[in-house]
C-alpha cells in the first residue's frame, strides 16, 4: 500500500449534517468506529471513524482535506452504538452528531483525547453479601409471582411489558428478579429511573443484590467515574446492570439483555433543552427493539402512551394492584380554601384545621411532607403605589424574591439583582412579595411550630449533592420532623415515619396550559399519595385547593376501575387528536429580533404547506414569549400514524434543515417531536 493515501470518514460531535473526510499520515490504520482527533476550525476535535477509503472524496481539492493528528488509545464505538445514534436522529429529526454529543460530553471528550488507560478505577463496591447469611433476592409473593409470570409471558411473545403496579406493590422485586436472570444469561441490563436524587435506596439494594455488577451513571456523577463506566463496558466482558438517568441509554452494552424504565410517565425522561429532544423511554424502547432485549416499564399511573400500546396490542400489561405490606389507601381530604379565607379560617399560606391536623401528627411522633410547585420566597413582587410586578429585563416573566440571600431572581434566564423596597418603576418604597413558594411556607411552618425541626427540599437548598443526600437522611432517620420540597420530593423514596403528606396549592397544578396537564396533576398527587403510610397503617394526604370540584381530584377521590378510566382517558385525547393519536412535533423559533421571528415563522408555514401538512398550530407565542432577549414563537403540528409518517417527518426536517442554515447565527429553529 506504499505510497498510497487513505482516508477516513468522521462523524464529529456537532450538528453538522456531513461527515468529514480527513487523511490518515503514512503508515497509520484506522478502522470503522475508532476515535480520531482532527483539526477542525484550528482546534483538535474528537471523532469517530465510520469509514475508510482508498479514494479521496471528489470535488474536493487535496489540500483542502485535513490531517488525522492523532488517533486516542480509547476502545471504539461498536456498529450498534452508531446504529442506535442514527435510530434517534432519525426519530427525533436531528443530526447523528448531536446524539453523539449527547452519548459523549465535552467533559468525557476530553477524557478521551487525553486517552489511553483510565485514570480512575470504577469504585469498589462490597461484594454482594452470600446466600447463607441473608438470600440477595426475597421470595415473591403470591401477587408478585403472577405478575412476573405475566411479564414473562410478554417477553417471550417479544413484546414489552407495562408492569401496572400501585406505589409499594413491589415492582422493584420484581425487576431484580428479571435483571439477575438476563445476567445470569451473560447479559447486561439497563435500569432507568426519571431521576437520581432520591433513588439512593434503590441503590443500595442494587448493591447488595448485585455487588460488583452494579455500574451508576447519572448528571451527577463526575466525568472520570463516567469514564471509568463506559470503559469497563467496552473493555470487560463482564455482563453488568447499569442503574442511570436517561442518558445512561447511550452506554456501550455489548450484549443487553433487560431494560427497565421506572416510573415510565416521569417528564425527566424527557431531554427538552438540546437536541436531542429525547425521551429516555422511547429511546430505551428503540435500544431494546435493537439488541432484541426485554424491556418493562413500570408505573402506578402508566402514560396515556403506554395505555394505548397494551390496547394496540403493541404491550403487554402485567398488574400488581396490591401494596405489598398490605394497609388502605391513605386518606385524602380536600381542604376548600376559598372558603376558608372568607371564613377567616386561614393562617398565612394554611387553613387553621390543617395546622392543627399537622400538630397531632407531630406529637404522634409522625412527620410530615409538605408539597408546593414554586420554589422561592415569593414567585410574584408588586409594587404597592404603582401596581407594577418587577419583571425580568431580559424575560417576559415576573421576577421571584429569594429572602435568605435577598434577591430578586429570573428562574428562566438566571438574571438577579439584590432585593430592595424601592419599586424600579415608580421609585416609591411599597414593594411587596405576592404569593408564597417553598422558602416562605417553610418560614410559616417555623413560626407556627417553633420547637419542631423544620427543612427545605429544592433546587436552592439541595445544590451540593451531600447537602441533597444527608437531608434525605435525617428526613429517614427522623432528625426532620416536616420537611418543605418541590417536585423534587416526590419521587420513588419509602419514608417510614412519614404519615401525613400536604398539597399547599394544588390550583397551581391545574393551571398549566398543556393538554396533558390533568394527567400529569393526577400523577403527581397519586405518587404524592403513594408516598404516607406505607407500613401498613392508613396515611393522609391533605390537598388545599381554590377548586374542591376539579375532576382530576374527583379522579382521585373515586377511583374507577383502572381499564374504565383508561379508556376514558385515551377517548379524550382522541377525540381531540392528541398523542398519542396523532404525532406531535413542537417547532419553536427564537430571535432577538422580533421581526425576523415572524418571518422565519412564513417560510415554515410555507413549508408545511408544500408538503400538504393539514393540521398545523400556529405560528403562536408561548406563555412565555421572551426569554432571555430572544423573541419565541412555534407551531404546533399534529400528523397521523400512518405509513407516510417517516417520509413526512424526514422531508419536514429537510425543509426546516434548509431554513435554519439559511438564518444561522441570528434565528434558532428547534424541533421537539413528542413534546413533553
Ligand atoms: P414499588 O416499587 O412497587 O413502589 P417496592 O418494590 O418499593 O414497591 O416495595 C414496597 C415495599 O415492600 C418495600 O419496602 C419492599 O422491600 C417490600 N417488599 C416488596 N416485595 C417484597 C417481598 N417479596 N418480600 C419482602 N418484602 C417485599
Ligand atoms: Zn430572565
Redesign the pocket.
Known sequence: MAGEKRYVEVLLPLKLKERLTYRLPEGWTAEAGCWVQVPLRGHPALGIVTGVSDHAPVGKPLSAIGEVEALPDAPGVGAAELAFWQMVADYYLCTPGEVFRAACNVGLQRQILQAGKPRHKARKKKAAKNGEAEPPL????EA?RQALDQTRDGFARHKPVLLF?V???????IYLHLAAESLRAGRDVLFLVPEIAMSKQLQQRLEAVFGDALLVFHSRTTVPQRYAVIDTLRRDPTPRIVLGTRSAVFLPFRNLGLAVVDEEHDRSYKQDDTAPRYNGRDAALMLAALHKADIVLGSATPSCEALYNVETHKFVRAD?PER??GGKDPRVEIIDTAQARRLGNMQGSFSRKLLKEMDATLRAGRQILVFRSRRAYAPVVQCEACGEVVRCPHCHVPLSYHKFNSTLSCHYCGYHRPFTLRCPSCGETALMERGAGTEKLEEELRDAFPDRTIARFDADTTESKTAEEKMIRDFAEGRIDILVGTQMITKGF?FERLALTVIVRADSLFAVPDFRSDERAFQLLTQLMGRSGRRGEQGRLVIQTDQPEHPVLGRLLHPTQESVDAAGLLAERKAFRYPPFVRMICITVKDRYEGRVWNVCRLIKEAADSLGIADIAGPVTPPVDRVADEHIAQFWIKLPRNRSLADTKKALYERIDRIDRDFKGHTTIQIDVDPA
Open positions: 426475597k421470595t415473591l409473593s408478585q403496579g406505589t409499594g406493590s413491589g415492582k422493584t422485586e400488581l405489598y405490606h419509602d
